[in-house]
C-alpha cells in the first residue's frame, strides 16, 4: 500500500513570497488533515477535510493560509504572503475516516528567508 | 483547551536496557495515540488507546492507558538503535472531528 505523498519535500522562499505544498493521500481515505510542525514541537492541526469538505479549520490562519481538496482526493496547501515564523514542516496525513489511526506523509520543510 | 505534557523531554539509555515514557493529558481524553518520528520524516504510527486499562504491545514496545485515561505509559523493552527518535503521544477529544493534539514529543537516543 503506497503511503501518504508530499511534495516538495524542501522550499526556500523569501518573506512575503507566496508558496504551495501538495499531498496525495493513501487511496480511499477520506479524511485528509494539515498539521505544521514547528522545530522542538508536536504538529499542530491546520485543517482537516472528511472528502473534499472542511470539517475544522479553526487554527488554520486564514488572512494568509488556504486549503483545498479537490475532487475529495488530493489537496494543496497555500501561503500568501510567507511570513517568518511560517518556517516549519508541513505534514499531510489521512484516515480512513474520523476516529481511525492518521498516517502521515514525510512532510514539505518550509525555511522563510 | 487539550495540552498534553511529556516527560522525559530526552532520554539516553544504554542499547539493551528498558526505557519508559510517560504522556499526561491536562482534560479527558476519548483516544491517545502513540507516533514514532526520524529526523526529516513524518509520524509513524504505533498504537492507538481507546479503553481506560487498555495495554497494547507491538514487538518490544508496549503502551498503556490507565483506568482512569489521565496518563498513558510507552514502555521499550531490550532497546535498540532501531528505537532511536522522538516519540510523541497525541489526544482525541472525541468532541467532533477527530482534533489530535500533540504533547511535544521525547527525544530517544540509544548509545551502543
Known amino acids: 500500500e503506497a503511503g501518504v505523498a508530499q511534495s516538495p519535500r524542501y522550499k526556500i522562499i523569501e518573506k512575503r513570497q507566496s508558496v504551495a505544498f501538495w499531498c496525495n493521500p493513501i487511496?480511499?481515505?477520506?479524511?485528509l488533515y494539515w498539521y505544521q510542525q514547528i522545530l522542538g514541537q508536536g504538529p499542530k492541526l491546520l485543517i482537516q477535510f472528511q472528502n473534499n469538505g472542511v470539517v475544522d479549520d479553526s487554527q488554520l490562519p486564514k488572512d494568509r493560509f488556504s486549503a483545498e481538496r479537490l475532487k475529495g482526493v488530493d489537496s494543496t496547501l497555500k501561503i500568501q504572503p510567507a511570513k517568518l515564523e511560517d518556517s516549519a514542516v508541513y505534514l499531510c496525513?489521512?484516515?480512513?475516516?474520523?476516529?481511525?489511526?492518521?498516517?502521515f506523509g514525510d512532510g514539505t520543510r518550509l525555511s522563510i528567508l | 483547551s487539550q495540552e498534553l505534557e511529556q516527560s522525559p523531554q530526552s532520554l539516553i539509555v544504554q542499547e539493551g536496557k528498558n526505557l519508559t515514557i510517560n504522556c499526561t493529558p491536562s482534560?479527558?481524553?476519548?483516544?491517545l495515540y502513540w507516533y514514532k518520528q526520524k529526523y526529516g520524516e513524518g509520524l509513524i504510527f504505533l498504537m492507538m488507546l481507546q479503553k481506560g486499562g487498555e495495554e497494547k504491545s507491538h514487538e518490544k514496545i508496549t503502551a498503556k492507558l490507565d483506568e482512569k485515561k489521565q496518563q498513558s505509559s510507552l514502555h521499550i523493552t531490550a532497546s535498540q538503535p532501531s528505537h532511536a527518535g522522538i516519540y510523541l503521544c497525541?489526544?482525541?477529544?472525541?468532541?467532533?472531528?477527530?482534533?489530535?493534539?500533540f504533547g511535544q514529543g521525547t527525544r530517544l537516543t540509544i548509545n551502543p
Open positions: 497525541g489526544a482525541d477529544n472525541g468532541q467532533g472531528a477527530q482534533k489530535l493534539v
Open positions: 482534560k479527558t481524553l476519548y483516544g
Open positions: 496525513a489521512s484516515s480512513l475516516s474520523i476516529r481511525q489511526p492518521q498516517h
Open positions: 487511496s480511499g481515505h477520506a479524511t
